[in-house]
């Protein structure tokens, strides 16, 4: 039987010790010797990855690496702006009025500070601010709002010479092409994502409104992105993203630039979207059938002279499509006729007691004749000013406010949440409701010390 093995006692140890340096000397000593006496040179260190360098002021960047979608990204991102939106909001707890604010995003389309964002980014807004990518920060001004376009018009104050996004063109759009968006998602900034085209002229539904023709893409859209730029590759401005839809996982959706710019400039110039006017006005009905449930829009007044009277339209028309594309309702329609130039005729599909009609309409400018065609014909009144204010000094019988109880010396306040201005500014206003296709307005009248709030027709 093996016994445990003794430890070895000092001597030994420093004996073993000097053995095993000696050994490792020789060793050395002889492949000096074998290599002529010359040390044996280090081995050299692996090479640095392309676009890393020691000591310099920059990185080397490959040139392939400057894709096209970096090229539009530096092209078009200091034409991008947060846009941050402070919004009073009623405390649920305590009571009264406090200042809350949500982000989004707009890109410049005019040197001279014009940004185009969402309308849903800027609702309600009591102060508005954009913030570009370097830091400058402008308070914005809000020029004028198509909310059922979702799109919104800003002019940055004291902004000049600015980056503008060059403008290209939704038409025309291919399946799978690729795009970029830029915004501000969540409030983390200036943020570049990227995608293909998924589908245009792509219908989207939501607790408020039928919005058409947008353009679908995979490309990440996400709230804080509403307002921001899509753009192809080249880096032109084909879209303004919006991401009204909140529940959209993997999609997202950007209003087409053709429509948008031409809205951008109505709101601009005009203070509101121009929509062309086809002489009628149309009550939003649902249809059941063998295809299941529908919406349409159905012709509840033609008016004299104008280009539905025309064209032979009739009270109680269903208008089931124009030019071919579908229509879903009064704000669809007007939506898609804002974004037209307005002197091209339509071609309008009819239901008309079960048979399809097709008719021809020249779409243009709400004449001024509607204006006494309302007041005469359909309010039945008789309106003066006095002191700047809008007095009915007559009520015509068989009127819509001999109907209501209304009385001469009652003041019309307001049309639509829109104050009137004397007799011009009524005009105005009823043109301006008009041009909307609708039957109807929410009036606002006085009555001594009495305010009530109507829907009358007009």
């Not at 009204?244 to 959706?253: L, N």
């Not at 006095?386 to 007095?391: C, E, N, T, W």
């Amino acid at each position: 039987m093996l016994g445990r093995p003794r430890p070895l006692d000092a001597a030994a140890a420093l004996l073993l010790m000097g053995v095993f340096l000696g050994v490792g000397l020789s060793l050395g000593v002889g492949a000096v010797a074998e290599r002529g006496g010359d040390p044996v040179p280090p081995t050299a260190p692996p090479a640095l990855p392309l676009g890393v360098s020691v000591g310099a002021d920059a990185p080397v960047i490959d040139p392939a690496r400057r894709t096209p979608v970096v090229a539009a990204v530096d092209r078009v991102a200091p034409a991008v702006v947060s846009i941050r939106a402070e919004r009073l909001q009623r405390d649920p707890f305590w009571g009264g009025q406090s200042l809350g604010a949500s982000d989004g995003s707009g890109v410049v389309i005019d040197e001279q500070g014009v940004v185009l964002t969402n309308a849903h980014v800027v609702e309600q807004a009591q102060r508005l601010t954009a913030t570009f990518a370097d830091g400058r920060r402008f308070e914005a001004d809000l020029l004028g709002v198509a909310p059922e376009l979702d799109l919104a018009v800003l002019r940055l104050r004291g902004a000049t010479g600015l980056r503008a996004a060059p403008i290209g063109s939704s038409a025309g759009l291919m399946l799978g092409e690729p795009v970029i968006a830029i915004g501000n998602p969540f409030g983390l900034g200036h943020t570049v994502t990227t995608g293909v085209v998924s589908a245009t002229s792509r219908a989207l539904e939501t607790e408020a409104r039928v919005y058409q023709d947008f353009i679908q893409t995979d490309a990440s859209i996400n709230p804080g992105n509403s307002g921001g730029p899509l753009l192809d590759v080249t880096g032109a401005l084909i879209g303004i993203n919006t991401a009204v839809r909140a529940d959209a996982q993997g999609i997202g959706f950007a209003i087409p630039v053709d429509r948008a710019v031409k809205v951008a400039r109505d709101l601009v110039e005009f203070g509101e979207v121009q929509v062309p006017w086809l002489g009628v006005d149309l009550v939003d009905v649902v249809l059941r059938g063998p295809d299941g449930r529908q919406s349409a829009a159905q012709v509840v007044r033609v008016h004299p002279d104008g280009p539905a009277a025309a064209a032979g339209l009739q009270a109680g028309d269903l208008l089931r499509a124009v030019d071919g594309r579908p229509v879903q309702g009064r704000s669809d329609l007007n939506a898609w006729l804002a974004g037209q130039a307005g002197a091209e005729p339509v071609q309008a599909e009819l239901l008309r007691g079960g048979a399809r009609v097709e008719a021809r309409l020249s779409p243009g400018p709400v004449p001024t004749s509607v204006f006494a065609f309302s007041m005469n014909d359909v309010l039945g009144v008789v309106p003066v000013e006095r002191d700047g204010q809008v007095v009915v000094a007559r009520v015509l019988p068989g009127g819509a406010f001999a109907a209501r109880g209304l009385r001469p010396g009652d003041a019309i306040l307001a049309i639509n949440g829109q104050a009137v201005r004397g007799l011009a500014g009524l005009e105005q206003l009823v043109l301006r409701a008009k041009s909307g296709h609708r039957p109807d307005a929410l009036l606002t009248i006085r009555r001594a010390e009495a305010v009530a709030r109507l829907t009358l027709p007009l």
